[in-house]
């Protein structure tokens, strides 16, 4: 979403409290009960099925559930998953076709 010019975050009541958005623009800006307009970055889900959207500033942050990775989790982690880099070779999951990188370095090892 493109929130320039709009302040962040859920409505507040005269209260300071939270609450929902009563209306959503096309263009994925929240529309609170009293009328204003706040932004929602998280109204398009960023973070997908695999994580937890936070509206923060004109932005947002995902929190991951377990085995997904990423700044919009996006990336499953197979390091976790299976472990599967042996004899001391460091995991880095990424979104190639094996889902998974090993670094043989310092081991005597290679491998995929």
């Given at each position: 979403s493109d929130c320039a010019g709009f302040s962040a975050g859920p409505c507040k009541d005269a209260a300071n409290a939270c609450s929902d958005f009563v209306a959503f623009t096309d263009a994925g800006l929240g529309i609170c009960a009293d009328g204003s307009v706040k932004c929602n970055a998280c109204g398009e889900a960023p973070c997908g099925s695999h994580g937890t959207c936070t509206n923060v500033a004109d932005t947002f942050t995902c929190a991951c559930n377990a085995l997904y990775l990423g700044a919009t989790c996006d990336t499953f982690d197979s390091c976790t998953a299976f472990d599967p880099c042996q004899n001391g070779g460091?995991?880095?999951?990424?979104?190639?076709?094996?889902?998974?990188?090993?670094?043989?370095a310092g081991t005597g090892f290679t491998g995929p």
């Open positions: 460091t995991c880095t999951s990424d979104n190639s076709d094996d889902g998974f990188t090993c670094d043989c």
